[in-house]
């Protein structure tokens, strides 16, 4: 089973930031926070990943709690091709061993709106 | 980044016939997975293909229904067989090196079974 909880949809508008919200409650110390995003029609995409600090690449940012118990993506200026099923996945460290494996929950839908 | 193509992208076929679906990367790559995505639904894994010896299956999928290839580390092939009309869906592949942060997916190749 999944170990994040996603609201099931969002909408935002075009040109606002949109924060995507995940809770990873039982997340443990070696398992980071992944995003994923599968626009219609295509394979998911890679957005970004983070441990305990807050990250930034050129297409968003993730703010994870001091605890870990959740974090928010954020897409700092929203446009219709960021329209697009969000994926948060949970995954420990592939230097420690891990398997690679992604297991995808049912993501939010982000509909941004004109 | 990884190119990951797939043939066909997309098929009907008759219940009880079998189809198989290559995988391509324009990099050798170590992990190389496959996933099924049903009509509506979240992403779930299948399998790992592995290079020289038998692919990892996950819970509920099994090599009879579903044989994978993996005769190098640039191409798999996965076959569906015995199809009958719950086997529709999206089936796509992804690669990523053993210790790498980012998964590549393909478009996928969208099955209907008739």
């Known amino acids: 089973d999944a170990k994040t909880t996603q609201p099931p949809s969002m909408d935002c508008a075009e040109g606002r930031a949109a924060n995507l919200p995940c809770n990873h409650s039982?997340?443990?110390?070696?398992?980071?926070v992944y995003w994923y995003r599968q626009i219609h029609s295509q394979g998911p995409q890679y957005i970004i990943h983070?441990?305990?600090n807050n990250e930034t690449n050129e297409m968003a940012s993730l703010i994870i709690t001091e605890d870990r118990k959740s974090s928010t993506l954020i897409l700092p200026h929203a446009t219709l091709r960021d329209t697009a099923v969000y994926y948060c996945?949970?995954?420990?460290?592939?230097?420690?061993?891990?398997?690679?494996?992604?297991?995808f929950g049912t993501g939010t839908l982000l509909a941004v709106q004109p | 980044s990884a190119v990951i193509s797939q043939k066909p992208s997309r098929d009907i076929c008759q219940r009880g016939t079998s189809l198989t679906i290559q995988c391509q990367v324009d990099?050798?790559?170590?992990?190389m997975f496959w996933y099924r995505q049903q009509p509506g639904q979240s992403l779930t894994l299948i399998a790992t293909?592995?290079?020289?010896?038998?692919?990892?299956?996950e819970s509920g999928f099994v090599i009879d229904k579903f044989p994978i290839s993996r005769p190098n580390l640039t191409f798999s092939t996965l076959t569906v067989s015995n199809m009958s009309p719950e086997d529709s869906s999206i089936y796509l592949c992804?690669?990523?090196?053993?210790?790498?942060?980012?998964?590549?997916f393909g478009p996928g190749t969208r099955l209907t079974v008739l």
């Open positions: 992804s690669v990523e090196e053993v210790l790498g942060n980012e998964q590549f």
């Open positions: 039982t997340i443990s110390g070696n398992e980071y």
């Open positions: 983070g441990l305990k």
């Open positions: 996945i949970v995954r420990v460290d592939t230097l420690g061993g891990a398997t690679n494996k992604l297991i």
């Open positions: 990099s050798q790559v170590t992990m």
């Open positions: 293909a592995n290079q020289g010896s038998e692919a990892t299956y």
